[in-house]
């Protein structure tokens, strides 16, 4: 059975880091391209960014909002995708889902609560 | 950065009966490769999205066959044949194409 947990999750103050945890089961997490999606309270979903599969060069990609304070990392050994977010900002308040993806596959999470308040 | 526009934004139907909903990206979707990412999603209440719909018209394993995906370049169309009660919840459509990929507002479909 395929899953996505992620953990890290929490109320934090505004200027402070957060990592967050994705850990993947069922499936060769190697082959698949790791994303961040976010949905603020009462709101669509929003992309954070996502890394590419080693074979496609390991690279990432951010939103704008995020660009220079996120950063998306990845450990094959463990099947784990991380997101590292500095710089919180009360608008970075969202669930935070992680998705694993190729072109046929589509897995997500149940999503981590990020709350950034004073 | 591509913009992806939905109608309607709020669709209230009767069980049994056909539903529509529209999706209009600022630019082609069409990729070099040949392929359209144009994918469609489902947010079930309290529940995480779940795709429905890859590549346009391509159904997700274990997704109905009530439910099916049309169009090209620019205009997009999710239909579902006959609505059912699992079906009440939010669908986005999502480009893949053009980083950023972006959704569009959402649909939020209810039972009339």
């Known amino acids: 059975e395929v899953q996505l947990v992620e953990s890290g999750g929490g109320l934090i103050q505004p200027g402070r880091s957060l990592r967050l945890s994705c850990t993947a089961s069922?499936?060769?997490?190697?082959?698949?391209?790791m994303s961040w999606v976010r949905q603020a309270p009462g709101k669509g979903l929003e992309w954070v960014g996502f890394?590419?599969?080693?074979?496609?060069?390991?690279?990432?990609e951010y939103a704008a909002s995020v660009k220079g304070r996120f950063t998306i990392s990845r450990d094959d050994s463990k099947s784990i995708a991380y997101l590292q977010m500095n710089s919180l900002k009360t608008e970075d308040t969202a669930v935070y889902y992680c998705?694993?993806?190729?072109?046929?596959?589509?897995?997500w999470g149940q999503g981590t609560q990020v709350t950034v308040s004073s | 950065d591509v913009v992806m526009t939905q109608s309607p934004l709020s669709l209230p139907v009767t069980l049994g009966q056909p539903a529509s909903i529209s999706c209009r990206s600022s630019?082609?979707?069409?990729?070099?490769?040949?392929?359209?990412?144009l994918n469609w999603f489902q947010q079930r209440p309290g529940q995480s999205p779940r795709r429905l719909i890859y590549?346009?018209?391509n159904r997700d394993s274990g997704v109905p066959d009530r439910f099916s995906g049309s169009g090209s370049g620019t205009d997009f169309t999710l239909k579902i044949s006959r609505v059912e009660a699992e079906d009440v919840g939010v669908y986005y459509c999502?480009?893949?194409?053009?980083?950023?990929?972006?959704f569009g507002q959402g649909t939020k479909l209810e039972i009339k």
């Open positions: 998705k694993a993806g190729t072109t046929f596959d589509d897995y």
């Open positions: 069922g499936f060769t997490f190697s082959d698949y391209a």
């Open positions: 890394i590419r599969k080693k074979d496609h060069g390991g690279t990432t």
């Open positions: 630019q082609s979707l069409a990729y070099s490769d040949g392929n359209t990412y």
């Open positions: 590549k346009v018209s």
């Open positions: 999502m480009q893949g194409t053009l980083w950023p990929y972006s």
